[in-house]
């Protein structure tokens, strides 16, 4: 089995999707983690 080659372009691409699907989860949880840090103040 040879190496695969993963070319800086594909690892760009990758990367972003893994920043927007990990942005993604935060605006969806938001309002779940703004309601926490709500009651954790009180």
């Known amino acids: 089995m040879k ?3 993963i070319s800086p372009s ?3 691409l990758f990367m972003l999707g893994l ?3 990990i942005a993604a ?3 969806i ?3 779940e983690i ?3 840090l709500r ?3 009180m």
């Open 29 to 31: 949880q938001l309002p």
């Open 39 to 41: 009651v954790r103040s």
């Open 10 to 12: 594909v690892q760009l």
């Open 3 to 5: 190496d695969i080659r």
């Open 25 to 27: 989860g935060v605006v």
């Open 19 to 21: 920043i927007a699907a």
């Open 34 to 36: 703004r309601r926490y």
